[in-house]
């Protein structure tokens, strides 16, 4: 029987074992879990990668990408199929709460976002803990990963369009951003006190080594689960434990729910969590609100 065509007027030929395929390719690399619904969606995105290597099929691409024959491609590939959606101060519930709880913590701080995509996220967290210090240099070190490095190179840059910002206080887009004149107009900065408190990494949270050393007060992995299946969820919040403080704070995105996942973790707020007591250790007892 023939394989049926997702599309018959398309650039390339692409069926639905090519789709199968990519699903299981991706899962095996980044863990995510693509949806039957989103074969319109990698088209979309891999055929541009076609286009920019020259490949004619996807029959072809995928060989050769399994093969090894693409050099880097498979950081392209795992890029192209990564979902970046961000803002700053997204969730804004969560800031008040980090900025209470770093400032109950013995300094210094060590704060990792596991997904750190363009930047927003950590830039936010190194904002919300200037403000808690009173200071642009605070006690804080903040490690920002992401699996995508294209992101990360913005991330890195600190340069955004100016309307990022209109939902941010003038009062603290005037203090934490610098404003772009001339050809720079309309594109705003962040502050290097800002940008030298952030180490932006690759990682994959599938990786067999995560390039971390000791352990966090805090780690955000907000609306990362989502793309994850529950066997990957337990295994990558099983690694989340062992790097959490005792009195350490995880943060998760507002449609997670990690109690179902791991026993290892007690909710103690809305989406953030503590470690949960264990035989013969004390219980953690400050409760958020």
Request: hydrophobic share 45%; glycine share 6%.
């Amino acid at each position: 029987m023939p394989q049926n065509r997702l599309d018959g007027v398309k650039e390339f030929g692409f069926t639905s074992t090519d789709f199968e395929r990519v699903r299981a390719m991706i899962y095996k690399r980044a863990g995510i879990a693509l949806a039957a619904s989103k074969q319109e969606m990698v088209y979309s995105r891999l055929a541009r990668r076609l286009r920019a290597i020259g490949i004619s099929s996807f029959v072809q691409y995928l060989d050769d990408l399994d093969a090894g024959r693409l050099g880097d491609e498979w950081e392209s590939f795992t890029n192209a199929l990564t979902t970046n959606l961000t803002s700053f101060f997204r969730e804004a519930h969560h800031f008040p709460l980090l900025a209470e709880h770093v400032l109950q913590v013995t300094a210094p701080l060590a704060i990792w976002c596991s997904a750190s995509s363009t930047g927003e996220e950590p830039y936010s967290i190194a904002m919300t803990v200037c403000e808690a210090f009173g200071t642009l240099t605070p006690p804080v070190h903040i490690i920002a990963t992401d699996i995508d490095t294209n992101v990360l190179a913005t991330a890195a840059c600190g340069v955004y369009a100016i309307d990022r910002l209109e939902k941010m206080s003038a009062e603290r887009s005037k203090r934490f951003f610098l404003r772009g004149k001339g050809d720079q107009e309309g594109l705003v900065r962040v502050r290097p006190e800002l940008r030298q408190m952030v180490t932006f990494k690759q990682l994959n949270l599938l990786a067999d080594g995560w390039p971390l050393s000791g352990q966090f007060d805090v780690i955000f992995c907000r609306n990362v689960m989502i793309y994850f299946d529950k066997p990957t969820q337990r295994k990558i919040l099983s690694r989340f434990v062992p790097l959490l403080k005792a009195d350490g704070l995880l943060f998760a995105g507002h449609s997670e729910n990690f109690l179902y996942v791991s026993e290892a973790l007690k909710l103690r707020g809305k989406t953030v969590y503590v470690l949960a007591p264990r035989p013969g250790l004390a219980p953690n007892m400050r409760t958020l609100t």
